[in-house]
């Protein structure tokens, strides 16, 4: 199958949506013919050049999305010169769901809408079937060969390397300092043997009130863009998402990161979460931020028997990808039996 990948590329994956082309796109071309386009280069002539050329029988784009991505999706269906080529928009975001409150946004998705539009939340899914768009769950993965547990050495050896306190707790949190993520929370867990550990990438612009926040109460924060981010996991006792709903993509990568890791994990209620994966085994849920320190808390007496690999091993990207190629052979099925006498 050929199959166009639309999207932001880029070496450093250090943004969700990057991570979720970057991956699809590997896995999908084991088996199929994929081109890349990168969304950035929309305004250039070889992007077009490039995409009539290859003819592609699928054409996905994977944004928030927005209102441009419906616009650019249905201009590359055109520019493909391919009558029979499927569409399909993966919505990674619940800001777009916000977009389509306003009924003159709602109107446009509606004519614009693809052959399939991906959501990565049951929630959401209901809404976008409930305007008539053909829609289908599929949720993100992870690089479970890349992300794996450490042994007792190779922690230490880490922690060695990174200039991290072999007798400290390391409660670690991935992700963009930046206001409505509630980071702050993190602040209450800096005490004792604690260290509270914030890698945050440079993609958006840092908000300095959170990060000073951090910083002041003892949190180490390191900004910088790690190729092997897989060891800053490796070399951590505990991952922590305090991040409220809707300041996220629907089903957030460093939690599942975090568990392939075999890390346990306190988490707020996310949406995506709950439904993915059950409390236990080292995946505990909260209800509120004061609820954080004593989930923790109770990692830390090692009563817990921690197996949330095990739990995450289902969302390899292999095997959502392969839950993909079957939602593209659907829409070309549906079209050879539309075409039938």
Same mark, same amino acid.
């Given at each position: 199958?050929?199959?166009?990948?639309?999207?932001?590329?880029?070496?450093?994956?250090?943004?969700?949506?990057?991570?979720?082309?970057?991956?699809?796109?590997?896995?999908?071309?084991?088996?199929?013919?994929?081109?890349?386009?990168?969304?950035?280069?929309?305004?250039?002539?070889?992007?077009?050049?490039?995409?009539?050329?290859?003819?592609?029988?699928?054409?996905?784009?994977?944004?928030?999305?927005?209102?441009?991505?419906?616009?650019?999706?249905?201009?590359?269906?055109?520019?493909?010169?391919?009558?029979?080529?499927?569409?399909?928009?993966?919505?990674? %975001?619940?800001? /777009?769901?916000? $977009?389509?409150?306003?009924? =003159?946004?709602?109107?446009?998705? *509606?004519?614009?809408?693809? @052959? &399939?539009?991906?959501?990565?939340?049951?929630?959401?899914?209901?809404?976008?079937?409930?305007?008539?768009?053909?829609?289908?769950?599929?949720?993100?993965?992870?690089?479970?060969?890349?992300?794996?547990?450490?042994?007792?050495?190779?922690?230490?050896?880490?922690?060695?390397?990174?200039?991290?306190? %072999?007798?400290? /707790?390391?409660? $670690?949190?991935?992700?963009? =300092?930046?206001?409505?993520?509630? *980071?702050?929370?993190?602040? @209450? &867990?800096?005490?004792?043997?604690?260290?509270?550990?914030?890698?945050?990438?440079?993609?958006?612009?840092?908000?300095?009130?959170?990060?000073?926040?951090?910083?002041?109460?003892?949190?180490?924060?390191?900004?910088?863009?790690?190729?092997?981010?897989?060891?800053?996991?490796?070399?951590?006792?505990?991952?922590?998402?305090?991040?409220?709903?809707?300041?996220?993509?629907?089903?957030?990568?460093?939690? *599942?990161?975090?568990?392939?890791?075999?890390?346990?994990?306190?988490?707020?209620?996310?949406?995506?979460?709950?439904?993915?994966?059950?409390?236990?085994?080292?995946?505990?849920?909260?209800?509120?931020?004061?609820?954080?320190?004593?989930?923790?808390?109770?990692?830390?007496?090692?009563?817990?028997?921690?197996?949330?690999?095990?739990?995450?091993?289902?969302?390899?990207?292999?095997?959502?990808?392969?839950?993909?190629?079957?939602?593209?052979?659907?829409?070309?099925?549906?079209?050879?039996?539309?075409?039938?006498?």
């Amino acid at each position: 199958m050929k199959i166009c990948i639309v999207g932001e590329f880029s070496r450093e994956l250090n943004e969700g949506v990057k991570n979720i082309n970057c991956f699809l796109s590997r896995e999908l071309q084991r088996d199929n013919d994929v081109l890349r386009l990168d969304v950035t280069k929309a305004l250039s002539f070889r992007f077009w050049k490039r995409l009539h050329a290859f003819k592609p029988d699928v054409i996905h784009c994977v944004s928030g999305p927005s209102l441009k991505s419906f616009v650019l999706l249905k201009c590359a269906y055109y520019a493909a010169a391919n009558k029979s080529a499927k569409t399909v928009m993966s919505a990674v %975001h619940p800001y /777009f769901f916000t $977009l389509l409150r306003n009924p =003159l946004t709602r109107a446009l998705v *509606l004519i614009l809408k693809p @052959d &399939l539009l991906l959501t990565q939340s049951q929630r959401a899914l209901r809404k976008l079937k409930g305007l008539s768009l053909h829609a289908a769950y599929l949720p993100n993965g992870v690089d479970t060969e890349k992300f794996d547990e450490a042994p007792i050495s190779v922690k230490n050896a880490l922690r060695t390397e990174y200039g991290i306190d %072999h007798d400290k /707790f390391v409660i $670690l949190h991935v992700g963009h =300092l930046i206001q409505g993520r509630n *980071l702050k929370a993190l602040r @209450d &867990l800096q005490h004792g043997d604690n260290q509270v550990l914030v890698v945050a990438s440079a993609h958006f612009e840092t908000d300095a009130e959170v990060r000073n926040a951090l910083v002041e109460s003892g949190c180490l924060v390191w900004q910088d863009y790690f190729e092997h981010v897989e060891d800053i996991y490796a070399l951590s006792d505990c991952y922590v998402f305090p991040v409220l709903r809707g300041a996220t993509i629907f089903s957030p990568l460093s939690v *599942l990161e975090a568990m392939s890791c075999n890390l346990p994990v306190v988490s707020t209620k996310h949406d995506t979460l709950l439904t993915s994966f059950r409390e236990g085994g080292g995946l505990l849920f909260v209800e509120q931020d004061r609820d954080i320190p004593k989930a923790v808390a109770e990692i830390k007496t090692h009563s817990i028997d921690v197996d949330t690999r095990t739990k995450v091993l289902p969302y390899s990207w292999q095997s959502i990808t392969t839950t993909l190629e079957g939602l593209y052979e659907s829409l070309r099925r549906a079209q050879e039996g539309a075409a039938s006498p």
